[in-house]
RNA sequence: GGGUAGGUGGUGGAGUGGUCUAUCACAUCUGACUGUAAAUCAGACGACUUCGGUCUUCGGGGGUUCGAAUCCCUCCCUACCCA
């Protein structure tokens, strides 16, 4: 029985492999290729919702385990839902807390461990235990009342054994057959008619092995999801794009299915996606890094398109750097951001320098409106 | 005029005979950041360097000592108290 619901995704083909599309959720249609900005725990740091939708922010992405903790799923479900919480009417996709098993638990095994039951963390706020399953991952997204959710998952570290990584896969498929189980249950349990239910992702393991990329992708598309993810980390160790292996999962995932790069990435690597033919994308990069004082700024004006392969389209500046003292121009010219509309470098190097929040909420939204404005040429370049 | 306490690298402030170019914090300079333990983290921060070192620093000057930011003399300066 697999998931499919009629209209709920179309595309075109546009150039090569890259498509257009629409994707139906319970609050609104979403254009793709279309990039979600992290609110982790129900809020992009330092920026209002009105920030986010004149930056051009479509939807967001919420986390299972980081609203778990606090203020608790049932907390959310109370208030009606994390778009009431947030005040946010825009489509909102809630993560498993899969990541938070390689973020947290890998890089930490003092934070808890992964077992076939399911993930156990030690709270980074206060030290106590919780216990994510893939069935306790799905009944939360459910309380967050969230348009697209994501199975559990069992991301490694690329450079883990390949024995270890094969496990995972498998770990993964299992996990998700549990968390369509229980989907099914809640979708039963809640009355939710087809029309209404939220999308579910499955997410693709097999770290840098392109080839358990592929199994992965065999076993959930044969299983049926909505949607599918690509999961752990696209780039190596050295921070290098890994092409051939995404290139091998999206290969074998249904045209007719919305395909998600989740934690992708930078702008090169969002263009390079796109062009395999990847749709959607999240990442915390245009937030924390703007809020670290790095920008995103388009190499020339009026912004061409043929170098976007290439990577060369963009360049970052560090506010901060002396260079920009005494720099009374726009951190982007042609950008009409809020900050680009008003202030000039010198400014907002000024402000960070003085530690005020507005330096973050308007490094933010500039990058927020970088990010926006590249998904609008991948849009008008494709047609 | 008398007394007391002090003067350490951009700042604050440790050190009180050798392991001191001198802890630490802040400031400054630079870098990193990819499904957010991140308004965080890392490095640099006297000069020169063939990167192995070399030279110059703890108010000024002089002295004791094998050796001084540390001890002594002297001068200068600062803060507070008393006249």
Known sequence: MSLFRKNMFSYKQAKGKARLGALRTNHGTLQTPFFMPDATRASVRGVSGTDMQTSGVEALVVNTYHLMLQPGSSYIRDV??????????????????????????????????????????????????????????????????????VCLDDPRPNDASEKDLSDAVSRTFRFAERCRKEYDRQLSIRGIEDEDRPLLFGVIQGGPIADLRKEAVAGLTAFGFDGYGFGGRHIDSDGVFLEEVLKAAVEGIPPSAPRFGLGIGTPHDIVRCFEQGWDMFDCVIPTREG????????NHEGVGGENLAEGNFYATLNIQNERYKNDMTRVEEACDCTLCANHTRAYLRHLFRIGDPLALRLATIHNLRFYARLIAVLRSMSE
């Not at 947030?86 to 461990?113: A, C, T």
């Not at 809020?291 to 388009?298: A, E, I, Q, S, T």
């Open 291 to 298: 809020r670290h004082g790095r920008l995103f700024v388009w």
């Open 80 to 149: 009606l839902g994390v778009h009431a919480f947030m005040g946010w009417d825009r489509p909102i996709l809630s993560d498993s807390g899969g990541y938070q098993v390689y973020s947290l638990i890998h890089k930490n095994p003092d934070l808890g461990r992964i077992t076939e039951k399911g993930a156990e963390f030690r709270s980074v706020l206060d030290g106590s235990k919780h216990t994510l399953t893939p069935e306790r991952a799905i009944e939360i997204q459910f309380d967050l009342g969230v348009d697209m959710m």
